[in-house]
């Protein structure tokens, strides 16, 4: 499968579904600040196949400088397993060579972490020479609940 990885903002419809199709609907729930956040972001990248179909998405808020937060990085189940998400991941990588810091949250699936630790990252609590705490306040409790539903 080939696929093409732009920088570009999905359509409203193509975002609802890709995001409705991993089970996040603590975005779907409201459509209207999904998009604003998209807009908001320093890039939103899109990986499309052959047809044009939306298969995955990354969003990264940024200075460009000193910090790269990786807010969104995800692919529809159905090409899972097949290099959209590394290929997103990498060009994120490719954009930050300068930068200092590159942030995300994720799940706790094994998986997970072994998708991230391929791509260099580091628990922060195993960051070397010292380790690092993270925090976080997630002002709608409920979406840490609706991410798993």
Do not use: C
């Not at 790269?68 to 060579?97: C, F, K």
């Not at 942030?103 to 699936?109: I, Q």
Request: net charge negative.
């Amino acid at each position: 499968m080939s696929v093409v990885i732009t920088e570009e903002i999905p359509t409203p419809e193509e975002t609802l579904d890709l995001y409705a199709s991993v089970g996040w609907v603590a975005y779907t729930k409201d459509p209207d600040a999904l998009m604003d956040a998209l807009r908001g972001s320093t890039y939103v990248l899109s990986a499309r196949n052959e047809t044009g179909s939306l298969l995955g998405l990354a969003r990264v808020i940024s200075d460009n400088t000193t910090i790269a937060y990786v807010q969104d990085i995800l692919v529809n189940p159905e090409s899972h397993r097949s290099g959209i998400g590394s290929a997103l991941m990498d060009e994120i990588l490719s954009r930050s060579t300068d930068i200092r810091q590159i942030v995300l949250l994720t799940d706790t699936e094994p998986e997970q972490r072994a998708f991230y630790e391929s791509k260099g990252f580091t628990e922060i609590h195993e960051v070397e020479p010292a380790p690092l705490r993270g925090f976080v306040l997630l002002k709608d409790a409920d979406s840490v609940k609706l991410l798993d539903e």
